[in-house]
């Protein structure tokens, strides 16, 4: 049997695939504690199915809740440590925006501020290690 979670923001989810069908669980989440909205959404599916927890060969877990925190702009502080000079890639982004041809487009703002990025003196190449990390 394969056990699928996700945990969003509202609500947690877990499909049970099993020989006989599809079973499924939901639980509100519980973003103190995703575990407790995680087993509870589990118990749902497992229960449906009248299959235990030692049946399930498989887990596959998704974090819907992830996305919706960067949708959102609800993310923890945090700070980058990238390759020297590649701490600017977050803000050029890629060439996929909607306004392609608007000269004062603005692009979203950068998950870490400038001020919160550190360039690590070290570079790798396609066939390995071209400069070790300097960690002094």
Known sequence: MVLGVDVGGTFTDAALITPVGLFTGKAPSTADDQSIGVMAAVRGALGAADARPEDVE?????????????????????????????????????????????????????????????????????DGLLRELDVA
């Open 58 to 126: 498989r887990l596959v877990h998704g974090m819907t809740v992830g996305t919706n925190a960067l949708l959102e702009g609800n993310t923890a502080r945090t700070a980058l440590v990238a390759t020297e000079g590649f701490t600017d890639l977050e803000e050029l982004g890629r060439q996929a925006r909607p306004d392609l041809y608007r000269l004062c487009a603005r692009g979203p703002e950068p998950i870490v501020p400038a001020e919160r990025r550190v360039a690590a003196p070290e570079r790798q190449g396609p």
